[in-house]
């Protein structure tokens, strides 16, 4: 929505006669439908890149392609809204949202205690350990390197899909009521802004 503030245009949207709440909600529907089918063009094409021409292209590469897909879907969901939740509540979301990959995502994830369950990217490494049916040597390798050695003591694909799911419309509601009673400082031409 900041995008619409500079640019201007959020005049022309919010004088529609559509709930400012569901304005947000669209806006966030398509940005997930984009960025997901942005991702699985480009895992196909890399898939296809890598696997094209050998022979476990059909049966081994593209199944496991579908998996990451659809790993990849789930974690724009968690992270379409977390992003869209704090470009609303900072004016300066670039940064914030640098931080929070950082110090949330990059450092908590990777300690080994009941805090990195509040991050997205837990949820999808536990999906990928569940899903994508990796070689034995590289899931040892993903298990060391993300401290997820015990693959029973991690949630299951059920449980790791829901809560993306619900983590997503919980914050997906919470922003689209923050946009509808925030009030924003439009530019018109002809004012300093």
Do not use: H
Not at 26 to 43: D, H
Not at 111 to 136: E, H, I, K, Q, S
Not at 175 to 184: G, I, P
């Amino acid at each position: 929505m900041s995008d619409e503030v500079e640019e201007q245009t959020l005049t022309y949207l919010l004088l529609r006669s559509v709930p400012r709440w569901e304005l947000y909600l669209t806006k966030l529907l398509a940005t997930i439908c984009v960025t997901t089918f942005l991702v699985a063009a480009a895992v196909l094409a890399l898939y296809t890149a890598i696997y094209a021409g050998t022979p476990q292209f059909w049966g081994e590469a593209l199944p496991r392609a579908g998996g990451v897909i659809a790993v990849m879907a789930l974690a724009q969901v968690g992270y379409c809204v977390l992003f869209g939740f704090l470009g609303l509540v900072s004016r300066r979301s670039l940064l914030v949202g640098i931080g929070y990959i950082v110090a949330v995502e990059g450092v908590l994830a990777n300690l080994d205690f009941v805090g990195r369950a509040l991050t997205v990217v837990y949820y999808v490494r536990t999906l990928t350990l569940r899903w994508l049916d990796l070689p034995a040597e590289q899931l040892r390798q993903c298990q060391e390197t993300w401290g997820m050695a015990d693959v029973e003591k991690l949630p299951s694909s059920g449980e790791c899909a829901l809560t993306l799911l619900g983590f997503g419309v919980a914050v997906a509601v919470v922003s689209a009521l923050l946009f509808a009673r925030t009030e924003f400082r439009v530019k018109t031409p002809g004012s300093d802004g």
